[in-house]
């Protein structure tokens, strides 16, 4: 198995841009989680879909952060207008909800975003 | 919601000693307990996990334990190798009743000294 696949790797952008990171789960999983990572705060979780479905977003920060997912193999998260303070590191991770012992949450290499 | 600490944040080991990583937790529903090791530049990897209905895990030279009544939970590293320098993280969730969300500790940056 490939992993959970994340793209970009790396985005450098100017402040004001859109921006879009992608993810692909782990073929079968049916839970995805999207997270933020900086020094300052660690691994934050901002969104968390099950089925395709989002179950809690309650850690998006703001309004300019929003997130989709159009079928089970992908995921977008999009910031717009992207600021500064933005920038970290994303993970993507994934799970299988269909059996207990195999909740283990699966995290791909990331995307490191640097806001200009 | 859940609050995971975890201690210390920086450990430096000489190769060969062991290393020890504490957390506690604060919601007693919590019954999943999983350790990932993140290298630089890559995304955090399961090393070993724990449930609530067992006390000791161990996998070769990792072993995480429990306490549910005191509510903290540690993973010991003996025979440290220079690879295993890395940033160390606890979590703690409750599924399937917290829809398998989990919380994680701040994280422990470990070096091995060779």
Redesign the interface.
Known sequence: DAG?IQSPRHEVTEMGQEVTLRCKPISGHN?L?WYRQTMMR??E?LI?F?NNVP??DSGMPEDRFSAKMPNASFSTLKIQPSEPRDSAVY?C?S?S?TD?ST????????TRLTVL | GENVEQHPSTLSVQEGDSAVIKCTYSDSASNYFPWYKQELGKGPQLIIDIRSNVGEKKDQRIAVTLNKTAKHFSLHITETQPEDSAVYFCAAGSPPSNDYKLSFGAGTTVTVRA
């Open positions: 959970v839970s989680f660690g691994l979780l968390y099950n179950i809690d993970f991770a799970s909800e207990f909740d283990t949450q699966y995290f791909g290499p990331g």
